[in-house]
């Protein structure tokens, strides 16, 4: 247990460091369980193939830029295993070598062996032929550092500044240049699996799901994941799983699920509903890393799952911000842990001091002794079930003009290509 561990500063002295008082774990703290109060709903859950890899559970970490990080990765893999996918590479900055998106795609030291890990990359795209060049630089010339075990194309992203091109959840609707992305990809990554995600559709109007699954599979994707909402939706709202469900219909390969699985119950419940072969976990892990060690005692039968204390809490955060440091420098590290504080308290009684001092820590001594100031208490269940991250309202999709008018135009779209990484 991570309070028998980390401890817990004196009420009285709130001014003591953390860092001087307590020990905090070099490796990821273990965390208290409890039993779900819910009856399983769905057997346990075969291995999820891709071709000659098998994800064992069948769980995997959306690419979602600014947080899927090497730290990040590291810090969820340390609680369950899944595959875990780094932020999002645009092909165009790789295959131009631009030096952020170069070290944005280096595997880290356990995604390297084979034996600990599996490197998966999202690549993002619109040009057959340097979505092409960009899985040749990956499979072939190792500019990961390894070989990587999977490969994804991002079809899903709903983002103005993409869409407005005609790149993410844009894409599908020109089902010609949909299809030969898919094929360049495929070709050059030779016996790596290659996977699709994407969403339902551009609006209620412009569906695109069924086409793209089909397609995908015709050109020999392994998988594809279909998040629940229309491009339009953003965030908001309630995903639809009814799609995955047809999609598991309509196509022979694995298809995996995504949208508003905010604890494990939930992913068992979208495989009893949709019969999908397995989940893609995004907001669901904001400041909950653990969740995808529920997943894994979810999928393998098992009912434990877990709710730590404010101090197992505490001692993961800190492990985050460490890995953080550990990569970028400790300035650098806290400054983008900053981001992930809110997520981690999320319904714990916090002190308003605290929280803005937490808002602007710059050291890990600095953060171990803020978190040391935080009474320790339960979980708040209150929170359980509820969504994380961002839940942008509805909006029309910004598109290129014309886009929707021809269905079978090849051509890639006109200054679609990004030069920056991470969305």
Avoid at 129 to 137: D, I, L, N, P, S
Avoid at 148 to 169: E, M, Q, W
Avoid at 336 to 341: E, G, L
């Amino acid at each position: 247990m991570v309070g028998d561990t980390a401890g817990h500063a004196d009420r009285g002295d709130h001014n003591c460091s953390l860092a001087r008082t307590f020990r905090w774990p070099a490796s990821p703290p273990t965390l208290g369980g409890v039993t779900s109060t819910l009856e399983p709903t769905t057997t346990a859950l075969p291995p999820l193939k891709l071709g000659a890899l098998a994800v064992d559970p069948a769980v995997v970490l959306a690419p979602m830029a600014g947080i899927t990080n090497p730290a990040f990765r590291t810090l969820c893999r340390e609680f369950g295993a899944g595959l875990y996918v780094c932020e999002m590479i645009t092909t165009r900055a790789l295959v131009e070598r631009n030096a952020k998106t170069l070290r944005m795609v280096r595997a880290t030291s356990d995604e390297a062996d084979p034996d600990s890990g599996a490197f998966s990359v999202q690549l993002y795209g619109v040009d057959p032929a340097t979505v092409g060049r960009a899985v040749e630089m990956l499979v072939d010339e190792g500019v990961a550092g390894t070989r990587p075990a999977h490969i994804d194309l991002n079809f899903g992203c709903p983002v103005p500044k993409v869409t407005r091109k005609g790149g993410g959840s844009a894409l599908p609707w020109r089902r010609l240049l949909f299809r030969d992305i898919v094929r360049s990809a495929v070709r050059a990554a030779k016996d790596v699996p290659v996977t699709v995600k994407t969403r339902i559709g551009i609006d209620a109007e412009h569906v695109t799901y069924l086409d793209a699954g089909r397609t995908a599979q015709d050109e020999g994707a392994a998988a594809i994941t279909l998040h629940g909402r229309t491009a339009d939706q953003l965030y908001s709202g309630t995903a639809d799983w009814s799609p995955i469900a047809r999609l598991v219909e309509a196509v022979d390969i694995p298809v995996l699920g995504n949208g508003d699985i905010w604890e494990a119950d939930d992913a068992l419940r979208m495989v009893a509903e949709t019969g999908c072969a397995g989940v893609v976990i995004g907001r669901g892990c904001l400041g909950r890393p653990w969740l995808f060690g529920d997943l894994a005692a979810a999928f393998a039968g098992r009912s434990e799952r877990v709710l730590p204390t404010m101090r197992e809490v505490a001692a993961v955060m800190h492990r985050h911000a460490t890995l953080l440091a550990a990569e970028h420098g400790e300035r650098h590290g806290l400054s983008d842990f900053r981001k992930h504080v809110a997520w981690y308290l999320k319904g714990f009684s916090v002190g308003s001091e605290v929280r803005r001092a937490l808002a602007m820590v710059s050291g890990l001594d600095e953060l171990a002794g803020l978190l040391g100031r935080i009474d320790d208490q339960p979980y708040p269940t209150a929170v359980l079930g509820a969504p994380r991250g961002r839940t942008t309202p509805p909006r029309p999709v910004a598109l290129p003009e014309g886009w929707l008018l021809d269905r079978d135009d090849p051509r890639p779209p006109a200054g679609a290509e990004l030069e920056v990484s991470g969305g």
